[in-house]
């Protein structure tokens, strides 16, 4: 049964750090490319960051240098670090496994097939 779970949400003040977590069952998260979208109410689903089974990385424009992207293989686990976080980084989280991180960088999240149950970020004073 191929599930992704994540955690790590919550409330933070403007410039704060969160870090959320996904981690991978039913197959190998080294194998595949984990993404994370996130939905903002009332807004699409957008492409955040990525990385690949070669570890490559891929971060959209708005979090470039403020979120880093890692894997931790032992534990098939999939971190984001958000760091100098914003009002406009508040949106529901997701991790997405895809085969690389093309849906990821093309903002394609109708080509995702298997998705965690997202977690709540709300960056807030």
């Known amino acids: 049964h191929v599930q992704l779970v994540e955690s790590g949400g919550g409330l933070v003040q403007p410039g704060g750090s969160l870090r959320l977590s996904c981690v991978a069952s039913?197959?190998?998260?080294?194998?595949?490319?984990i993404g994370w979208f996130r939905q903002a109410p009332g807004k699409q689903r957008e492409g955040v960051s990525c990385?690949?089974?070669?570890?490559?990385?891929y971060y959209a424009d708005s979090v470039k240098g403020r979120f880093t992207i890692s894997r931790e293989s032992a534990k098939n686990t999939v971190y984001l670090q958000m760091n100098s976080l914003k009002p406009e980084d508040t949106a529901v989280y997701y991790c997405?496994?895809?085969?690389?991180?093309?849906?990821?960088?093309?903002?394609?999240?109708?080509?995702?097939?298997?998705w965690g149950q997202g977690t709540q970020v709300t960056v807030s004073s």
């Open positions: 997405a496994a895809e085969a690389s991180c093309s849906a990821v960088v093309h903002n394609l999240p109708g080509a995702i097939n298997v």
């Open positions: 990385i690949s089974d070669s570890d490559g990385t």
């Open positions: 039913g197959f190998g998260a080294d194998i595949y490319g």
